[in-house]
């Protein structure tokens, strides 16, 4: 009943999106679109708590235990809700202590929803001011952590005499007659069950006019995994951080931190970071005064951001600010300070340029897809079953595949699995496939990834979604791929990372340097001949050279290359 229900619901999302983002409709259209949209998104909304609810009042709602990255998660929420914040003009604050380990051992997917529905609730219920996310460790003992999670707002409260209530299904937060907030009153009821079947309780706090605090400690195994933040680039960094908005400066002060010994120079920095205030009158006065300085700016609010005009040395960071988000926000400024030159619109269009193959057999989902491709400028053929799938991965050449799960003749899962095969017995490099579904069911990713698939798209499907994995898989022209687009991927300055080779063979600057030009200089003609080694089927001399070329690589830190490498050998 899952993928009955979800199936059109997802065609009407999908196409509504469409409709509010196309220029050709009139303003009144795109709003009545977003109207479609938005009440098909509750829908589905309203879809999953009942199935959810259903579920536990069966005893068939189930917790899997796997391994989870923290960091990912509540990086991924925190996104997830920023624009909804930014609309409000809410102050979206997210801290969590990076002492915390990478991995810890917990239902992800669950804990996901228990911090999404608790960060909804808190922006539904504000109005002005600011949410925040903490996540902090309390303990941590013989390969155990203990860890809080708290969510706390300045919205309207909740009366003390219905703080009890909260959690209890069908029950509304809303204490007025009138119905001003949405909602089955679910949510609160789901998440305190998953929070039950992880270990812990929900407590919340409230005082009526001046806002809540939600918090529950879960204690959790960790698991061996690193945390793996770029830590060299920014080790002899010198910033200069200016104190405009006091909250600001305090939240990148500290992920400045995280990435290394960092210095301060107030006369001769390398980064200036400056928040821009309604006058601009602090970042006129570091635009004069470091004139030829990168600048980092920050904004509250992504709509102030969004027209606000950028120098060629100057690039943006908004709230809510996150590791990840800022090592890239870094990384970028230093990118575009050492060549500014930007990318035509056909140097971005290229990039996109290749073959996909589209598994998918609901004719509204195939004219979605098509429409999303079709204004990318991408080839594209599209089957209605598995079968038809194969076949024609077998007489034409394409890059990726997107392949539906639920289809007739033969299901995704199964055509997959003839595709490696068929990849296998050609000693072919295996094409990426990305798997889609309606279902979202629990499980689902992990059981699609744990076959072997690249990477899983839900649906509805929309073009943000398809570009991201577009970017991951299609960053070159892989259409008709040679040996030379291998040596373009492979020798691809930002795959050579200097530092990463100084660090592994404990060299200098210098040497490694000269490990990159050599290393660039062969593969170009050491994967000519693997390539004629396929071609030929030589076994044995593709095993040896693939051996060979896999130790110049281990040379230059191209760690994922090394292990395609070990697989063909």
């Known amino acids: 009943m899952s993928h009955e229900i979800r199936t059109p619901l997802n065609a009407i999302i999908g196409f509504s999106d469409i409709l509010s983002n196309s220029s050709e409709l009139k303003s009144d259209n795109k709003k009545q679109a977003q109207i479609i949209q938005t009440s098909a998104n509750s829908l589905l909304s309203i879809i999953n708590d009942i199935l959810d609810i259903s579920k536990i009042e069966s005893g068939n709602f189930d917790i899997a235990i796997e391994k989870t990255d923290l960091y990912f998660i509540s990086e991924h929420v925190i996104e997830l809700f920023s624009k909804r914040a930014s609309e409000k003009h809410l102050k979206l604050i997210f801290n969590i202590d990076h002492k915390i380990p990478l991995c810890i051992l917990t239902d992800g997917i669950r804990l996901r929803q228990v911090l999404s529905n608790l960060l909804s609730n808190a922006i539904k219920f504000t109005h002005e001011g600011k949410v925040s996310l903490n996540i902090t460790l309390l303990e941590e003992k013989n390969n155990r952590s203990k860890i809080r999670f708290e969510i706390e707002d300045s919205g309207i409260g909740i009366p003390q005499e219905k703080l009890e209530n909260v959690f209890k299904p069908f029950v509304q937060v809303d204490h007025k007659s009138s119905r001003q907030y949405e909602g089955t009153g679910l949510g609160l009821s789901i998440c305190s069950h998953i929070v039950q079947s992880l270990g812990s309780q929900i407590q919340a706090q409230s005082k009526e006019n001046v806002g809540s605090k939600f918090f529950f400690d879960l204690e959790f195994e960790t698991c061996d995994d ?10 002899h960094v010198k910033f200069k951080v200016t104190k405009e908005d006091s909250d600001l400066y305090h939240y990148i002060k500290r992920y400045i931190g995280l990435f290394g010994t960092v210095n301060t120079d107030e006369e001769n920095p390398d980064i200036v970071i400056c928040s821009c205030d309604k006058t601009k009158d602090a970042l ?4 004069e005064r470091y004139e030829n300085t990168p600048i980092l700016i920050l904004f509250n609010h992504e709509d102030e951001a969004k027209n606000f005009k950028l120098k060629a040395n100057e690039h943006t960071l908004v709230l809510p600010f996150y590791a990840s988000k800022v090592n890239d926000a870094l990384q970028e400024l230093l990118r575009k300070t050492k060549q500014v030159v930007k990318p035509s619109k056909d140097e971005i269009e290229k990039k996109y340029k290749a073959n996909v193959l589209v598994a998918e057999d609901n004719e509204a989902n195939q004219e979605l897809i098509s429409y999303i491709l079709d204004s990318m400028n991408i080839n594209y053929s599209i089957q ?5 799938a194969l076949k024609e991965y077998k007489e034409n050449s394409y890059d990726l595949v997107l392949m539906d ?3 007739p003749i ?3 899962i199964e055509s997959f699995k003839a595709i490696r095969k068929y990849e296998e017995e050609k000693l072919l490099k295996q094409i990426p496939i990305v798997a889609l579904t309606a279902n979202a069911v629990k ?3 992990e059981r699609f990834l744990s076959l072997g698939m690249n990477d899983y798209l839900s649906k509805p499907i929309n073009t943000d979604e398809i570009k991201k994995v577009f970017d991951k898989y299609l960053k070159e022209d892989t259409h008709n791929s040679s040996s030379k687009d291998s040596t373009i991927m492979i020798a691809n300055e930002e795959k050579l990372n200097v530092s990463k ?3 592994k063979l404990g060299v200098s600057e210098n040497i490694a340097n000269m490990i990159v030009n050599k290393f660039k200089k062969d593969i170009t003609k050491d994967l000519e001949e693997l390539e004629s080694l396929i071609e030929n089927q030589e076994k044995e001399a593709i095993a040896q050279k693939a ?3 896999k130790n110049s690589c281990l040379n230059v830190a191209l760690d994922d290359i090394c292990q395609l490498l070990q697989k063909l050998e």
């Open 501 to 503: 080779i100084v660090d």
């Open 443 to 445: 499980g689902d990713k």
């Open 405 to 407: 799960i639920n289809m």
């Open 410 to 412: 033969l299901d995704g």
């Open 226 to 235: 690193n945390l793996h933040i770029s830590k060299s680039f920014l080790n």
């Open 547 to 549: 051996h060979y070329i």
């Open 284 to 287: 006129d006065t570091m635009r």
């Open 384 to 388: 209605d079953n598995g079968l038809k």
